[in-house]
C-alpha cells in the first residue's frame, strides 16, 4: 500500500513539474534597435555596402562604353582587332564580376564584416537570454522577430526589455 502512495505521489509531483514549465518570448528585432553599438554597426555596413556597390556600378558603366565603342567602331575593324576587343570587354567583364562576388557573395568581404561587427552584439543578446532563462527557469524563450513563429502572445510574458536591461541598455 506504501508502494502505491509513493508511486502515486511521484506521478503527481512529476506531472505537477512538467504542468508548471515557464515560456518567454523576445523579439530580437526590438533588442537589437535598442541598442546603440548594433545601430552605429548597421550604419557603417550600410556605408561600406553603398560605396562598393557604387565602385561595382563604375566599372559595369566602364564595361558598357566599351562595349558602345567596340559596337561603334566593329565595321571598321580587322578580325584580329575585333577578336581582341570582345576578349578585353568578356575579361573585364569576368574581373568586375569577381570582384563583385569577392564584396557582397556568401563568403565575401560584407559578410565577414558583418560578422565582425554583428556577430558579438548577438552573442552578448544569446547569453543574457541564456542567463535570464537560467534565473527565472524558462522552459523555452521564443523569438518573435521572424514573425511567423507564434499565432498569439502574451506581452506579459515579454521579455526583451529584461534582456536590454541585463546588457546594460535603458529602455
Known amino acids: 500500500m506504501k508502494r502505491i502512495i509513493l508511486l502515486i505521489t511521484g506521478l503527481v509531483f ?3 513539474l512538467s504542468i508548471a514549465q515557464k515560456y518567454a518570448f523576445v ?23 553603398e560605396e562598393w556597390q557604387k565602385e561595382v556600378e563604375v566599372k559595369y558603366a566602364e564595361i558598357e562604353k566599351m562595349y558602345k565603342d ?15 576587343r570582345e576578349e578585353a570587354i568578356v575579361n573585364r567583364e ?13 563568403e565575401g568581404a560584407l559578410f ?3 560578422q565582425e561587427l554583428i556577430q558579438p552584439i548577438q552573442d552578448d543578446i544569446y547569453k543574457a537570454i541564456k ?25 506579459r510574458y515579454d521579455i526583451s526589455d529584461e534582456v536590454l536591461q541585463k546588457l546594460g541598455y535603458k529602455n
Do not use: C, H, W
Request: aromatic share 10%; no cysteine.
Open 27 to 49: 523579439d530580437t528585432d526590438y533588442i537589437l534597435n535598442n541598442i546603440p553599438n548594433y545601430k552605429a554597426a548597421q550604419e557603417q555596413l550600410d556605408k561600406v555596402s
Open 131 to 155: 542567463d535570464i532563462a537560467t534565473e527565472n527557469g524558462y522552459a523555452a524563450i521564443f523569438d518573435t522577430s521572424s514573425g511567423a513563429s507564434l499565432i498569439y502572445t502574451n506581452p
Open 112 to 114: 565577414k564584416k558583418r
Open 94 to 106: 569576368k574581373e568586375v564580376k569577381e570582384l563583385q562576388k569577392n564584396y557582397f557573395g556568401q
Open 70 to 84: 567596340y559596337q561603334a567602331e566593329r565595321v571598321l575593324l580587322a578580325e584580329d582587332m575585333r577578336r581582341q
Open 14 to 16: 512529476s506531472l505537477g
